[in-house]
């Protein structure tokens, strides 16, 4: 039966994600988790809500409204401009079953998040990559205005690093079709472009799983203008968010006190990892992230992946064709850090 699978599913690779060990010792600083718990209000929200039982007896509300009205007061946008999703990768499925026909066009900087290519594949659309410019700017002019999706990652992945408001505004003036923002990792970084949702072919994406520490409950969204949602909702599934992570997802965003205390502490665990990446003889890219990209020629970073990886130390060894290769390592604990750093010391 395999050869009634359609021919572009068959011929893709499809997205490999990051190792998820089932053996208990690992480090894990290869799948940018927040290091740290959520915030003690989603456990008693999600705890209340099981002892009632309703919310497991039913259907959750497919629109998420209570969800969506405590994410516009939380960031000041329009409760009908939300889109919700089962993490921001299903936003982005949506978004690009929207989109993107069958021989259609999806284009994104490269190198960035790897999903990109294996949506447009699902599609059987054509995926192409412009290479960001040298420091990890936008090109501009943007050479390839007339896709059907264009996606940028910002803060970038593998790099971390962040295009600015007046780039992406750019960016988005000179394209015939929509611009996604992914802004997965934007509650590490000095700044956003959510204002940019405001224009009429931006989308502009977000997730819980990083900096709200619920990766394990799957929750994201997507802001835009209204008219584009409603497309939207013709193409999601009817409950593409279950009740717990959608009452979890309003009580994380309800204790901003906590949410800007771990950013603090992500943000300057980061600060020192690079310092002693560029101590320990890495190239190291500036990160706005909870993750930071470095690269090696001797010894290669390969070695030093599987080397660490047999310590039980796991980051993401990470190959871009025409870039070459690199290691992302998530920020993780204080004490993490310093037993990477330990482990490094030996090895190079």
């Known amino acids: 039966m395999t050869k009634s699978i359609r021919p572009a599913i068959r011929a893709m690779a499809g997205y490999v994600p ?11 600083l290869n799948t940018n988790e ?10 008693e929200a999600i705890q209340q809500a099981v002892a009632d039982g309703e ?7 497919p629109s998420g409204s209570e969800f969506c009205r405590v994410v516009a007061a939380t960031l000041g946008v329009a409760a009908d401009g939300i889109l919700l999703g089962n993490g921001s990768d299903d936003v982005l499925t949506i978004i690009t079953r929207a989109f993107v026909h069958e021989g259609g066009l999806v284009v994104s900087p490269s ?3 790897l ?11 054509k995926f192409q990559a412009v290479p960001f410019n040298d420091d990890w700017t936008l090109p501009d002019p943007w050479p390839i205005p007339d896709a059907q999706l264009t996606l940028v990652a910002n803060p970038n992945s593998p790099s971390g690093t962040v295009a600015s408001v007046a780039a992406l505004t750019r960016l988005a003036g000179q394209l015939a079709g929509p611009l996604v923002v992914d802004e997965a990792y934007v509650d590490f970084a000095d700044g956003h472009a959510m204002e940019l949702a405001r224009l009429p072919n931006v989308i502009v994406t977000r997730s819980f799983s990083k900096s709200y520490g619920l990766a394990g409950l799957r929750l994201g969204f997507a802001v835009a203008q209204p008219a584009l949602i409603a497309e939207f909702f013709k193409v999601k599934d009817s409950y593409n968010c279950d009740a717990l992570s959608l009452i979890g997802g309003a009580a994380a965003l309800q204790d901003q006190a906590h949410f800007q205390a771990t950013r603090a502490r992500v943000r300057a665990t980061r600060a020192r990892l690079e310092a002693a990446l560029r101590g320990l003889g ?12 470095c690269r090696r020629q001797a010894p290669g970073v390969r070695g030093i992946f599987e080397q660490l990886k047999a310590k039980k130390i796991l980051v993401r060894h990470m190959v871009y064709e025409g870039y070459g290769e690199g290691l992302r390592i998530s920020v993780g604990t204080d004490a993490e850090i ?3 750093l330990e482990e490094l010391q030996k090895l190079v």
């Open 18 to 28: 990051g190792e998820q060990p089932c053996d208990a010792g690992y480090i894990k």
């Open 34 to 43: 927040n290091p740290y718990p959520p915030s003690p209000r989603v456990r």
């Open 55 to 61: 919310c497991l007896r039913k259907y959750p509300d």
């Open 111 to 113: 190198p960035s998040y």
């Open 115 to 125: 999903l990109y290519r294996t949506l447009a594949e699902i599609q059987g659309a």
């Open 282 to 293: 890495f190239e190291v890219c500036p990160s706005q992230a909870n993750f930071v990209w």
């Open 338 to 340: 310093d037993r990477l």
